[in-house]
C-alpha cells in the first residue's frame, strides 16, 4: 500500500496538479478578480487551443520527434477559414477546409521526415518559415477584421457555463487516451520512441506512424485555428506566432519526455492548465507582457533539465 501510495506521488502529474493547485491559491488570496466567473472562463477558453494541439505534440515528442510549424498551421487553418468566411461560406464547408489545411501542413510535414530521412527540427522550421512567407503574400501584409460569425459558437460558445473549447479539449483527450491505451497504433507510438530499432523489428511500420502523429498535430492545429477565428473574428499574419513554444511548454511540463517513449494526455492537459494559471497570473499581477516568453522558455529549459536528470538516474 504504502509503495503504491509512493508511486502516485512521484507521479509527474500529481505533481503539476500540486503545482496548479499551489498556485491557484496564491493567485485567489493576492489577486481580486482570480475566481471571479469571467475570468476563470477566459483562462479555461485561452488553455483549450493549447490543450487541443498538445494532444499531437504529445505523440510526436513520445516518437522521439518534434514539431514547431504548429504555429503556422494554425495560422494557415485560421486564413482559410477566415477567407471562406468572408466568401459567406458554409459552417460545414469552413470547418472541413480549415481541417484539411491544418492536416497538409501535417501530412508534408510527415513525408518529407518519413520517406526524406530529414530530422524532425529541420524539415518542421522550414515549412514553418515558408508558411509564414505564403500567409503575409496571401494577405498582403493586412489583418482582415470583421468576418461574418457564422462559426462564433465554436468560439465563444457555452456548455454547462464552461467554454465549449474547452469541452472539445476534454472530449478529445480523453479519445485519444483511450486510443493510445486500446490500438495497436497508439502502441506503436511509444514503441517507437522507447526504441526505433526495434520497434521495426517487432513490426512497426515506421513511417506510417510519423505520418500518423505529424498528420493528427496538423489537423488539431486546424481545429485550434477554427476557435481563433470564431474568439476574435479577426485574420492575421502573425496569427500563431510563439503558439508552439505555448504547445512543447504544456506537453514536457505535463511530463512527456523530451527523450521520447513516456508521456500522457492527462499530463498535457494539466501543462497546459498550469501554463494558462501561469499567463493569467501575470495579467492579474499586472507584470510586462514580454516577460511571458521568458517565463515560457524558462519552464521548458527546467522541465527538460528534469527529465534529462531522471533519465540518468533510471539508468543501470
Known sequence: MKTTVRRVLQMREVTILGVIIVLAVVLSLTTKNFLSTSNISNTLLGLSGIAIVSIGMTLVIVTGGIDVSVGSALGIASVVAGKLLMAHASAPVIVV?????????????????????????????????????????????????????????????????????????????????????????????YAMGNNADAARVSGVNLNRTNLFVYSLTGALAGISGLIYVARTGIVQTNSGTGFE????????????????????????????????????GMVLLNIPALSEGLVTGGLIIVAVLIDIVRARGARP
Do not use: D
Not at 530521412?117 to 522550414?126: A, D, F, K, R, S
Not at 513554444?245 to 492537459?269: D, F, H, M, Q, R
Open 97 to 189: 477546409a480549415a481541417l484539411a489545411a491544418g492536416f497538409a501542413v501535417g501530412m508534408l510535414n510527415g513525408v518529407i521526415i518519413s520517406y526524406g530521412n530529414i530530422p524532425p527540427i529541420i524539415v518542421t522550421l522550414g515549412t514553418m518559415n515558408i508558411i509564414r512567407a505564403l500567409l503575409f503574400g496571401v494577405l498582403g501584409g493586412r489583418w482582415v477584421s470583421g468576418v461574418p460569425r457564422t462559426i462564433t459558437p465554436l468560439g465563444l460558445g457555452r456548455f454547462l457555463s464552461l467554454p465549449i473549447p474547452f469541452w472539445i479539449a476534454l472530449v478529445l483527450i480523453a479519445f485519444f487516451s483511450v486510443f493510445l491505451a486500446t490500438r495497436s497504433q497508439g502502441r506503436a507510438v
Open 245 to 280: 513554444l505555448e504547445v512543447i511548454a504544456a506537453v514536457v511540463l505535463g511530463g512527456t519526455s523530451i527523450l521520447g517513449g513516456k508521456g500522457t494526455l492527462v499530463g498535457s492537459l494539466l501543462g497546459a492548465a498550469l501554463l494558462g494559471l501561469i499567463q493569467n
